[in-house]
């Protein structure tokens, strides 16, 4: 990232100073032609605006700081005389103003988060990495908060190695020491899943369950790997989390037709198949194509337990 650094320039930095953005258009709610016509802008400024990095971290920060770096924060620039997004523009840092709870880095986060879910092309694989990178360090700026949401999203990232091995949390990218140390990437995973499963949060319980049942991260454990997928069921079931309550049921609908910790019972394990197979449709017509493969799977698994059943489909 140290390329990233010389686009923060002084302009910027001023901006972000005296109106709490480095988009001074923005921060005196102007359109970006209100004060630069066509003619103005040259070769060079759009040519600048093309290679603005995906974030960029403080370049002003002591090597010897072991804090949270600030972030600077760009999104895609849509020209319209050209009919399409051409670059990107900085529009803001982190952190910037008080944020006791970590709610501006988590919404910060998302919108990187969310971005980099919409890049599916080959040729958008680095710019997709990067947005997810921006989200990792926003996201562990709210978890230094203590922010639960923050934490599952973290153990999302690290257990999906969705940066592809560059983390400031845990490697020594961008030169840092990282936050978290050198703790391997699925350690990373499951310190910050059970932060967020012990608070409460379904999501993240169904997914430590899938850590211990593989054992990754952590010495494998099937039965508290089923405790924690029936915590995420009765958390989701109580909080209206189709998601949550499709996802643990599918688990639990696995580890009911393998005898995994206990009896094998294939009735049971239908009812589980059932029960996320209703909730899952419902999470993907509403959307969360995500989900999708979990509903194959329970989907696969009525099927099955039918066949186990009766002795046909």
Partial sequence: MTSAFASVGLGARVSNFVFGSPNAFRA?????????????????????????????????????????????????????????????????????????RGEKALALARTYFAEALAYSRQEDLLVR?????????????????????????????????????????????????????????????????????????????????????????????????????RRAYTIAERESDLEALGASALRLGKLTEAAGGGIRSFKQALSWYRISLNALDLVVQAGAWHSKRMLHEARRGVSRMHQEIHGGY
């Fill in 28 to 100: 005196n709610g102007l359109r970006r032609d209100a004060l630069l016509s066509s003619a103005q802008r040259s070769g060079k400024w759009i040519e600048r605006r093309r290679e603005n990095p995906v974030f960029a971290l403080d370049a002003n920060r002591p090597e010897s700081d072991s804090r949270l770096p600030r972030v600077w924060i760009t999104e895609p620039a849509f020209d319209a005389r050209l009919g399409k997004i051409d670059g990107r523009e900085f529009v803001g840092s982190y952190p910037n103003g008080a944020d006791p």
């Fill in 129 to 229: 990495r990067d947005c997810f990178r921006a989200a990792e360090i926003l996201f562990l700026h709210a978890a230094s908060k203590g922010n639960v949401e923050a934490h599952l999203k973290l153990g999302v990232l690290y257990e999906q190695d969705l940066c592809d091995g560059l983390y400031w949390g845990w490697s020594r990218d961008c030169g840092e020491a990282g936050y978290m140390g050198q703790m391997p990437r699925e350690a990373a995973a499951f310190e910050c899943l059970s932060f967020a499963a012990v608070r409460g949060n379904a999501e993240a319980c169904w997914r430590l369950g899938d850590l211990l049942a593989e054992g990754r991260g952590c010495a494998p454990h099937l039965e508290n790997a089923k405790m924690l997928y």
